[in-house]
């Protein structure tokens, strides 16, 4: 969290009085919205611990949601190496976008990023395979109970590992793992977000 020598030290004259706000989901990570802060809406964010923003449409402050009651719960602030950009993670209470996304940049889905999103694609191309040399397509073309079957013997191996293997050895037998029960959810038409947005629920619910 930003401290009170940071605020003395951030550059709002670059932007005459202004500062870029970046705003990241702290559950997801996906980025939900830009905006902009003068120093005064950047005191009342931190004190509120709701993010509140300069319009330079309106020219004054507003806190986002005052209209749809869908707040930015902040919970932490941080300020980039050239002192000039801020980027906040937050819980939002509802949609960020006025579009009823939720985010400003298209759907969750579409914006999600990291290497687990990349396998389930490349699962979910290799799935209507015809190349036998497919690991993944063979895999699912045996149905789901070999998968489960797979599924339940990478666990097996990765309890050993993690009881009396080595480091190396228990990352490796993780990945398998990782990814045969991805092939599962696949198998059965789950995504990698439904598993997500079920873990962001029991997060908001019980912290």
Same mark, same amino acid.
């Given at each position: ?51 509140? #923003? #300069?319009?330079?449409?309106?020219? *004054? ?9 869908? #707040? ?32 400003? #940049? ?94 962001? *629920? ?6």
């Amino acid at each position: 969290m930003l401290t009170d020598k940071d605020l003395d030290n951030i550059d709002f004259e670059k932007m005459n009085g202004l500062i870029p706000v970046v705003i990241q989901d702290a559950v997801t990570h996906s980025v939900l919205m830009l905006g902009f802060m003068n120093l005064e809406a950047l005191q009342i964010s931190i004190a509120s611990q709701r993010v509140t #923003f #300069f319009s330079r449409t309106k020219q *004054r402050l507003w806190t986002k949601g005052e209209s749809s009651g869908c #707040f930015l719960q902040i919970k932490d602030i941080w300020l980039d190496c050239d002192k000039d950009t801020i980027l906040i993670s937050a819980i939002p209470e509802g949609p960020v976008c006025h579009t009823g996304d939720t985010t400003c #940049f298209g759907k969750e889905s579409e914006v999600r990023t990291g290497f687990l999103h990349a396998l389930e694609s490349i699962i979910e191309e290799r799935s209507g395979s015809k190349d036998q040399s497919s690991y993944t397509a063979a895999l699912l073309a045996n149905g789901v109970q070999k998968i489960a079957q797979k599924v339940g013997e990478e666990a097996v191996e990765t309890i050993l590992e993690a009881v009396g293997g080595s480091d190396e050895r228990l990352i490796s037998e993780s990945a398998d793992l990782l990814y045969h029960w991805m092939v599962l959810l696949k198998s059965r038409n789950i995504s990698l977000e439904m598993v997500e947005d079920e873990l962001k *629920r029991r997060h908001v619910l019980h912290g």
